[in-house]
């Protein structure tokens, strides 16, 4: 069932918390700015080391071979990437000769989630209904139940154990006959799924202590039902594929459950672009400063590679600005907030000049963006920049001088030119 929490904020309170708004307001807006004049930057530094890196890169045609001539050039090769490393996980015993050994750990818990709806009341105060309900899901970490709001979930959360996620990694991986760095060794994701061989020992001393767990919380002794018992006979301890399940029943998960599984990175066939250096590699630093080196799965071309990395550039510049373009947003929201506030007392103005407030807000907050993201340009790019200025100017004669009315005007009269005729 719901639990609600209902919270009532006076005139005079609102008021105040807008005034400190302004500020938060100003902070905002101007890291903004500042975010959409740096992204713009970065893009273009990006896309000329792109440029120059594409340009300078060579084939390796046998990476299996060491060749003296390509020291120091920037290179394209394909090959196996191998390890002859072993790798255990220490708390398991989990081996495997791998790039990578990989633990994830996930808790069974309660889980709060909360919605929240606001209601202006006459007189400037204002009420926040806040929802909360609960929900048993899995969870990358233990969630503490105490902090829950509704006292009928404190205290219901448990875990039969406590594991922390691990990666090892390889420390030498062969390319052909060179070795690759730790930066391009992570990069590899050829993952395999690791099946699980553990001592009796060590399942005995597990099911043991899950066992005592599961009593400590909820304070059974005798056989509990929906348990399911292991072809070892372990009851709270239980071993599948990749998979160690500690808790009674792996079908009919119960809070306090955890489940640990195990994969691992295998030797694959990759591509590299980075600079060579000996028997090893070292990413390609443009002139500009920027550097470069990246690994991609399977056989690609210099034009793949340097296609999908223009590419990306070009997705993060614009997710960027759009996220620059809200905050700027946000900021002048914050900033003219107090507005909307002081009118307050008559929810139903207050919520027609918060509409015009935020409408405006809006506006201003789109024009400003392109007038930075265009200076910027013009900085660093100058033909597109000044194009970006004149959409910036095209939208402030429309909205702010009257610009919609003219267009609508030579509009009519085109119209009405045929007619004359």
Known sequence: MAYTETKTTGYGTRVKNSCMGIGVGFALFIGATVLLW????NSVKTADMLEEAQEACVEMEKPEKKD?????????????????????????????????????????????????????????????????????????????????????????NMVLTNVEDEDQWAENVS???????????????????VELVLSDDLLSQLDKNTKEAYERFYKKTT???????TDSGYQYIHVKGNEIYYGLNPSVPQVGDVRVTFVKVVPAKATIISEVTGDTFKPFKAKNGKSF?????????????????????????????????????????????????????????SNIVGWGVGFVCTIVGIVWSLIVIAIAWV?????????????????????????????????????EEPAQA
Not at 138 to 151: A, G, L, R, V, Y
């Open 175 to 193: 390319f052909g006959a060179y070795k690759l760095n730790e930066n391009l060794i992570k990069s590899i994701s050829s993952t395999e799924d």
């Open 293 to 349: 080196q990246t690994l991609v799965m399977g056989k690609k071309t210099i034009d793949e590679i340097f296609e999908a990395e223009n590419s990306t550039n070009k997705l993060m510049t614009w997710i960027w600005r759009l996220v620059g373009t809200l905050l700027v947003i946000a900021g002048l929201k914050g900033i003219f907030g107090i507005i909307e506030t002081l009118l307050k007392v008559v929810p139903f103005l």
């Open 68 to 156: 003296a001539s390509l020291e120091g050039e920037l290179v394209c090769a394909t090959a196996m990437a191998t390890t002859t490393d072993s790798l255990v996980d220490t708390e398991f015993g989990v081996g495997a000769t791998a790039i990578s050994i990989q633990r994830k750990v996930e808790y069974y818990q309660w889980i709060e989630h909360s919605e929240t709806k606001t209601e202006d009341k006459l007189g400037g105060s204002q009420e926040e209904v806040t929802t909360y309900t609960y929900k048993k899901e899995w969870s990358d970490s233990p969630i503490d139940s105490e902090e829950f709001k509704d006292p009928a979930y404190q205290g219901n």
């Open 379 to 415: 900085f660093y790019r100058p033909v597109l920049g000044i194009a970006l200025l004149v959409i910036a100017g095209l939208l402030i004669w429309i909205f702010a001088f009257g610009g919609k009315n003219k267009i609508k005007q030579l509009a009519n009269k085109k119209n």
């Open 38 to 41: 740096w992204n713009e930057g």
């Open 223 to 229: 056989e509990v039902k929906d348990s399911v018992q």
